[in-house]
């Protein structure tokens, strides 16, 4: 008598409750490694918490982190909706923040109204530029665009150190590896004395703008369409070459913003280790919200307080690699989550099945 | 004479991580199922082999330590993807963010510490009038010729032996195979697991015998480099090695010219590996346009019994 699994490719998706699921089963799994190096796990998930949504510092600091989530997220969801996997978002946001910076250096006298719309234009076209490198050889060629976009990241990491170690480095900063200082004519304004800044209002309108032309528009339903089968949406005259690059651009310049978001709005100069990791959790963010605009809201302030947490419990003696481990475990969990609806367990030689999810 | 030679034995030992990983790939990619964990796994076999080895001082330790932990987030991502056949990309993604996660926070306390204990090297000193070669295999450490002997391996098992065509067969076509009563998911699992463990050798061998201290994020990308290899290599085993060195050559000439004191700027040159990859992806791409590519046929689909095609 041997059980084993099966597939029902027409199950129904699993429901809303396994990605929860999936977020407790990592908090879960990592309490037990912190807990194999003899720590108080609860203490630790306390103090995490309370980092990151205890206090309003906490709680702004949070939301600082979300914006460059919710930036990246979108941008590779765009990507991920028409089974493009752009894990470049990394590369595209520290293009954006070079290419944003690139305007203070060259045109460092100009006025707020002429600065900041330069610096964003300028964001959004460099990590735009990063996207395309990503999609002309795929189109192309059929190059593997998660190999090329994951390659680009490291170029701009590396042009990233160049800058900041050589030629834009802050000439009185203290050997510090980064640009001067933005003047305040360059930097997004903030609210109220918080660290809050302006990129949030940016950041929630393109996800407004995107779930409208997600959900509204015949370029929607056609990213729709190719994302539930690009081989029928091929054969009914959809242009994928042409789906894959706008997506691409698109995906790439939402990243770039966040890149200038970042610089103008918190760092206010572009130094070294500008991302620790943005482009990266991004995937995740947008993977938990399956794909979902306004779902990317929730998952980017989630990580972004798993971020904030992952630094607080520094002071507990623990790394905060913490938080990269609990991403990884979250990611692990929902893939294997978001099958279950259409897994059945069934029993050899019987008639009986047993499902995951009771099927109406 | 002196310069091709010290040229080619720091190929060989900047190649040797990636020819592991790039083997590791092969076997998996050849059953059919992607596996982009490969820097994952290379930093848990390197942050394991760095840890046991500095608990316990035994390289055998160490080696079966790399073995059981790399060999268990395989089979992970075996029953992720051939049993629940969930999407192999982002499993893989999944296993490269949690790999980095879990090696800086397993690798946190052991961070520059130097290993106490040196691979092997197999003196063959009477190899050494042999011109150019010689010198460059008389103190090969055990690593590399166990990577030169897997390269052997695994081309007659996959070329020679009727296993290794089981395998191709279950990469190139799932439903034949089983037709003809291979048994799909055990050669998938085993493939799995067994190109995991190469991966995280890769990692181990890139910190015992290339950069001897454990340091978060050490791979810088070798993972990803070393699937670009299995694409350049065409899946066959003999031209990864060739592969794999000329990656390993371009990964110290950056530094050797550095130390010359060339005028490119040393990130530049860091840059190649990485450049040098998309443009070989390109060619490769470019060259392949109107035929038929030499990747398995079912690269990547799950196989679902009573499912047609």
């Not at chain 1, 006298?109 to 530029?129: D, E, I, K, N, T």
């Not at chain 1, 640009?179 to 304004?189: D, E, I, N, S, V």
Request: glycine fraction near 12%.
């Amino acid at each position: 008598m041997a059980w084993r699994f099966e597939i029902d490719p027409a199950g129904k998706d699993s429901p809303w409750w396994v990605t929860a699921a999936a977020v407790v089963l990592a908090f879960l799994l990592v309490g037990l490694f912190i807990a194999l190096t003899g720590k108080d796990v609860v203490a630790v998930y306390l103090k995490m918490f309370g980092g990151a949504f205890g206090t309003s510092f906490g709680l702004t600091e949070t939301l600082v982190k979300a914006i460059p989530l919710l930036f990246c997220g979108l941008g590779v969801s765009l990507a991920y909706r028409i089974q493009v996997w752009n894990i470049g978002a990394e590369g595209q946001f520290i293009v954006g923040a070079i290419a944003a910076t690139a305007i203070t250096i060259y045109f460092p006298h100009l006025p707020a109204w002429g600065a900041l719309p330069l610096m964003l234009v300028a964001g959004a076209a460099a990590g735009a530029l990063w996207g395309y490198f990503t999609a002309w050889p795929k189109v192309q060629f059929q190059v593997n665009e998660l190999m090329i976009s994951l390659m680009l990241n490291y170029v701009a990491i590396l042009l990233l150190n160049d800058l900041v170690f050589g030629p834009w480095r802050d000439p009185h900063g203290m050997n510090f590896p980064g640009t001067p200082p933005f003047t305040p004519a360059q930097m997004l304004p903030s609210f109220g004395g918080t660290r809050l800044h302006f990129g949030l209002v940016l950041a929630l309108f393109a996800v407004a703008l995107a779930g409208v032309f997600v959900q509204k528009t015949r370029w929607g339903y056609e990213l729709r369409l190719i994302g539930a089968n690009p081989e029928a949406a091929r054969h009914a005259g959809i242009n994928l070459r042409r789906h894959i690059v706008v997506v691409m651009l698109l995906s790439g310049g939402l990243a770039g913003l966040g890149g200038f978001s970042e610089v103008s709005g918190v760092t206010h100069r572009l130094m070294y280790g500008i991302s620790p990791g943005y482009g990266y959790t991004a995937i995740i963010v947008a993977w938990i919200a399956r794909l979902n605009p306004w779902g990317i809201v929730v998952s980017s302030v989630l990580f972004g307080g798993l971020i904030v947490g992952g630094y607080s419990v520094q002071t507990l003696g623990l790394p905060s690699s913490v938080s990269a481990l609990l991403q990884g475990a979250v990611l692990f969990f929902l893939i294997a989550g978001s099958i279950m609806g259409k897994v059945k367990l069934r029993r050899s030689g019987e008639g009986r099945r047993w499902n995951f999810f009771r099927n109406s | 004479m002196e310069l091709l030679s010290q040229l080619l034995a720091s190929a060989m030992a900047a190649g040797t991580p990636l020819l592991f990983a790039t083997l590791g790939g092969i076997l998996t990619e050849r059953s059919g199922i992607i596996q982009l964990g490969a820097e994952g796994l290379m930093l848990m076999g390197a942050v394991t082999a760095a840890a046991t080895l500095l608990a316990t001082g035994s390289l055998l330790l160490a080696i079966a330590a790399v073995v059981a932990v790399t060999g268990a987030l395989g089979a992970l991502h075996a029953f992720l993807t051939v049993t629940l056949r969930s999407n192999q990309i982002v499993s893989g993604l999944a296993l490269t963010l949690f790999g980095g996660g879990l090696s800086a926070y397993w690798g946190q306390s052991i961070t520059g510490q130097p290993m106490p204990v040196q691979v092997p090297v197999a003196d063959l000193s009477w190899l050494n009038p042999i011109p150019v070669l010689g010198p460059l295999v008389s103190h090969l450490n055990l690593f590399t010729w166990g990577s030169l002997l897997l390269v052997v391996v695994l081309w007659l098992y996959l070329k020679h032996t009727s296993w290794g065509l089981h395998l191709r067969a279950v990469g190139d076509n799932p439903a034949t195979a089983d037709v003809m009563g291979i048994p799909v998911q055990f050669y998938r699992y085993a493939a799995v697991i067994v190109g995991a463990v190469l991966m995280g050798w890769g990692g181990a061998s890139l910190l015992l015998v290339f950069s001897p201290t454990w340091i978060e994020g050490m791979t810088a990308g070798r993972g990803w480099i070393a699937i670009a290899l299995i694409i350049f290599a065409r899946w066959n085993p003999l031209y990864a090695l060739g592969a794999a060195y000329l990656f390993g050559l371009l990964d110290t000439v950056g530094f050797r010219l550095q130390l010359a004191g060339s005028p490119i700027p040393p990130y530049f040159l860091k840059m190649l590996p990485y450049l040098i990859t998309i443009a070989v992806l390109i060619l490769v791409g470019w060259r392949t346009k109107h035929k038929l590519s030499a990747s398995p046929q079912a690269l990547g689909l799950p196989y679902i019994r009573e499912q047609r095609f």
